[in-house]
């Protein structure tokens, strides 16, 4: 059996974000895969089928609130764990997917919340762990 890297989707509209993750990513050892809205990560996400996500939750048009109620509507993709980033806090967090309507459908909590900017050890012991637990 070949082991594959592990797929890591990062869906952030900020390319800094994005080349930080991307490079992060590489050099830890895993095949980043990057999308810069929550449409391109949702199609992206459905097509790849990541080992993880790491989701923006503040981005323009459809935000990652939007995607992550798709990936907990997809019986696949709901169980990957998924790492929200963001300017907020968590309990912001949950009080805006309340306010969506979201938070009534019980979708389960993500797998983590990163504060932005991520600090690189942070972030990098939360991917490890979360593709650690996925297996």
Request: charge should be neutral; glycine fraction near 6%; aromatic fraction near 6%.
């Given at each position: 059996?070949t082991?594959h890297?592990k ?5 952030d509209?900020?390319?800094n ?16 895969h990057?999308a ?11 097509e ?10 503040m ?10 109620q798709?990936?907990?509507e ?15 806090g ?5 009080h805006?997917l ?9 979708y389960?909590?993500p ?7 991520p ?7 939360i ?9």
């Amino acid at each position: 059996m070949t082991s594959h890297k592990k797929r890591v989707l990062v869906v952030d509209d900020e390319m800094n974000i994005r080349l930080f993750l991307k490079t992060l990513l590489e050099t830890s050892g895993y095949s980043p895969h990057l999308a810069k809205n929550a449409r391109e990560g949702l199609e992206m996400a459905l097509e790849l089928k990541p080992d993880l996500i790491i989701l923006d939750v503040m981005m323009p048009g459809e935000g990652g609130l939007v995607m992550y109620q798709g990936l907990q509507e997809d019986e696949k993709l709901k169980k990957v764990p998924v790492i929200m980033l963001s300017a907020v806090g968590a309990a912001t967090f949950k009080h805006a997917l309340k306010i969506m309507g979201i938070g009534k459908s019980n979708y389960p909590d993500p797998f983590a919340y990163v504060q932005k900017p991520p600090k690189v050890e942070e972030i990098k012991n939360i991917i490890d762990h979360a593709l650690k637990a996925a297996t």
